[in-house]
Nanobody, 124 residues
Framework: QVQLMESGGGSVQAGGKMKLSCTVS????????WGWYRQAPGKERDFVAT???????TYVDSVKGRFTISHDIGKKTLYLEMISLKIEDTAIYSC??????????????????WGSGTQVTVSS
């Protein structure tokens, strides 16, 4: 069972920066992509950024140039560095693992695992 735990959330003023971490345990899959998602009050959870098993990153347009996703495989930790934070970035941020086992060119279905989330509050 893959378990993820976020840390690093809190309160910051607009224009400030914050770095979120997500530690992973129980990792048994041969291939995983990783992501950060957020859910603002009264809204659905939205994609923020992902990093594939080969290191390819994608971002939602609203955070491009401000957020950076990365991972340290040795430390089994996923990061989200956020700068120039805006009030509209306020949300609960969750990390996720999208994993499958691959062998001989064939892969299993994707299994999705989620952390419980960490609150990020940006104030004026």
């Amino acid at each position: 069972q893959v378990q993820l735990m976020e840390s690093g959330g809190g309160s910051v003023q607009a224009g400030g920066k914050m770095k979120l971490s997500c530690t992973v345990s129980g990792y048994r899959f041969t291939r995983c992509g990783w992501g950060w998602y957020r859910q603002a009050p009264g809204k659905e959870r939205d994609f923020v950024a992902t990093i594939s098993s080969t290191g390819i990153t994608t971002y939602v347009d609203s955070v491009k140039g401000r957020f950076t996703i990365s991972h340290d495989i040795g430390k089994k930790t996923l990061y989200l560095e956020m700068i120039s934070l805006k009030i509209e970035d306020t949300a609960i941020y969750s990390c996720a693992a999208h994993c499958k086992n691959c062998s001989g060119g064939a892969c299993s279905e994707t299994y999705n695992y989620w952390g419980s989330g960490t609150q990020v509050t940006v104030s004026s």
